[in-house]
């Protein structure tokens, strides 16, 4: 046994550090609880975020995982050696922070912190990621640290209140959660975009929805959804399109394309409401159109497919595309002034390093939003040409949901798409034998489509014939026909995929940033 009596010098210093860490923990407390505690003495533990020192006084911002808090280190009234190691402190050091919890409204967070001790936990030197922006490269590289970005916990945060809301939204409302399998033989959404796998010699691969299983549980339950990573091996590198994303999938026994429709809109608005309900603050900081998502409420526009393909090619998309271009053109000319003034004052000296730095940051800034517009620009007329020329008959590309869904301040029903272009599980309207009893939900704001559903073909000898149009193996579906031989009834549903979802809501253009660790047609990097 060791006699601690003997141990001096380190241990004992140890010793007094452990002492003193406990103490601070005694009055802890989190970033999002401190107005509980105003005029109050506690502690937060937590990373240095961002520092600045003005003379006798630091600023440092703590993040915690719940917030960003100001901590205002006065010369005086802390130690000396404690104030000159923060003042040397790097970002991302991490550190417990004690001081006296003052409201103030023009402060990040509404709440500062006057601090009165601090322990350092780990000195970090050198982090890679600065405040300053970086290539999206080079943050994809270094995800495992970029996701303690504002931006990235903003938007993980809100990523969190859509599930929440997505579950709270079927649960509350009658519908069982059924575990779909990872592992299939069946191809729901085309054999083009399947992940093969060699499933002990047997060839499988990873589903791309949990539908067709979902189908057989609808006939159990009546109500059902199914909750999952879903897979595409998607050769397109657009901004939409992710090989692993996260589907919900309700499904509904004894629903038409109308009930559908329906339960849609009543979801997707749920989801906007708790999202505006739980965070606004992020929703804020994330510059987030918040006045277009208190739009979003039932009902939602309704267009049939053959009225969107009207639009798309006649005068009236047009127009809105001509005044589009005006438009992205003058902001062109406002991005390059800004630069070049940017420009002048950041070569006209006596400026301080944290002021150059700050500009240094916006000009990379400017600069990704000048390419942007720029490529806006570009696409425009090649938009226009394929939208004027679309042919009945082909599906929507990105360009012309992206045109429909930028008309609207709702998000719009496309239905009734033509049967050659969608999946064979989709029901053909005994109306018109050319389309499927189908829609898809187009986000407003230029978003696209969040959703894809139907109400499936339940007629045995029918859903066979499309089966075999597709030339799929019959043996691997035999089961999901038997679905139509007992107790065959009119039933539906949807998918809506997560990422896509909160790129929309958080007005991020890539879904790539709305999930922790995207996997990429060209790379998956950590
Ligand atoms: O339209 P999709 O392909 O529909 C289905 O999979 C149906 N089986 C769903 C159903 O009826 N139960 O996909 C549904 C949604 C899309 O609207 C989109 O939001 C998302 O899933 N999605 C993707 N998200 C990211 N990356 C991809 N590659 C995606 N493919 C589809
Ligand atoms: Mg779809």
């Known amino acids: ?191 083009q975009t399947l992940f093969e796998a ?22 159990s339950f009546g109500r059902v959804y199914c909750f999952g990573p879903t897979f595409r091996a998607e050769k397109s590198k657009t901004r939409r399109h992710l090989t692993e994303f996260w589907m919900v999938e309700p499904e509904v026994a004894f629903i038409e394309l109308d009930g559908l429709l329906e339960l849609a809109e009543n979801f997707v608005s749920f989801i906007a409401a708790q999202v505006l309900q739980n965070n606004r603050g992020e929703l804020e900081t994330l510059d987030a159109d918040i006045a277009a998502l208190e739009k979003i409420k039932p009902p939602f526009y309704r267009l049939s497919y053959t009225e969107a393909v009207d639009i798309l090619t006649g005068q009236k998309t047009k127009d809105f595309l001509d005044k589009q271009l005006e438009q992205v053109k003058t902001e062109k000319k406002q991005i390059e002034t800004k630069i070049s003034e940017l420009e002048h004052k950041s070569a006209s000296g006596g400026l301080k390093q944290w002021q150059k730095d700050k500009i240094a940051a916006e000009l990379i800034e400017l600069r990704s939003e000048l390419a942007e517009v720029n490529t806006k620009i570009e696409n425009n007329p090649k938009h226009a040409k394929l939208a004027a020329e679309f042919q009945w008959g082909k599906d929507l590309g990105g360009s012309d949901e992206t045109i429909i869904s930028q008309m609207h301040d709702k998000p719009v029903f496309v239905t009734h798409y033509p049967k050659q272009a969608k999946a064979f599980y989709m029901k053909t309207d ?87 660790f995207p996997r990429l047609m060209d790379k998956v990097y950590i």
């Open 198 to 219: 060699d499933y002990f010699g047997t060839p499988m691969h990873l589903t791309q929805t949990g539908q067709l299983h979902l189908e057989a549980a609808a006939m």
């Open 1 to 191: 046994m060791i006699n601690y009596r003997l141990c001096s010098g380190p241990r004992d210093s140890l010793r007094r550090t452990d002492e003193k860490k406990q103490m601070l923990n005694n009055n802890k407390t989190y970033i999002s609880k401190l107005k509980n505690n105003v005029g109050e003495e506690v502690t937060l533990n937590g990373w240095l975020y961002n520092s600045r020192a003005s003379g006798k006084i630091q600023f440092l911002i703590i993040r915690d995982g719940t917030g960003l808090c100001q901590c205002i280190a006065e010369k005086g009234k802390v130690s000396e050696q404690l104030f000159d190691e923060l003042k040397h402190l790097g970002q991302e050091s991490s550190l417990m922070v004690t001081g006296v919890v003052r409201a103030d409204e023009r402060s990040l967070g509404g709440f500062e912190l006057t601090v009165t001790d601090a322990q350092i936990i780990s000195v970090t030197t050198d982090y890679p990621i600065t405040p300053k922006s970086h290539g999206i490269d080079f943050l994809l590289k270094n995800r495992h640290l970029h996701l303690r970005s504002q931006r990235q916990w903003c938007i993980g945060k809100i990523r969190h209140t859509v599930i929440d809301a997505i579950r709270r939204f079927f649960n509350d409302n009658g519908f069982t959660l059924i575990d779909t399998p990872i592992f299939t033989a069946m191809a729901a959404e085309g054999e």
């Open 430 to 516: 005994r109306d018109n034998e050319k389309v499927v009893l189908n829609f898809d939900l187009l986000a407003p704001a230029g978003f696209g489509e969040i959703i894809g559903g139907s109400v499936r073909e339940d007629d045995y000898d029918l859903l066979l014939e499309r089966i075999k149009e597709q030339g799929l193996n019959i043996e691997n579906y035999n089961w999901y026909l038997d679905l139509r031989k007992y107790g065959s009834v009119p039933h539906g549903g949807f998918g809506l995929g997560v990422e896509r979802t909160v790129a929309w809501l958080t007005g991020e253009p890539h879904i790539r940033q709305c999930i922790a």
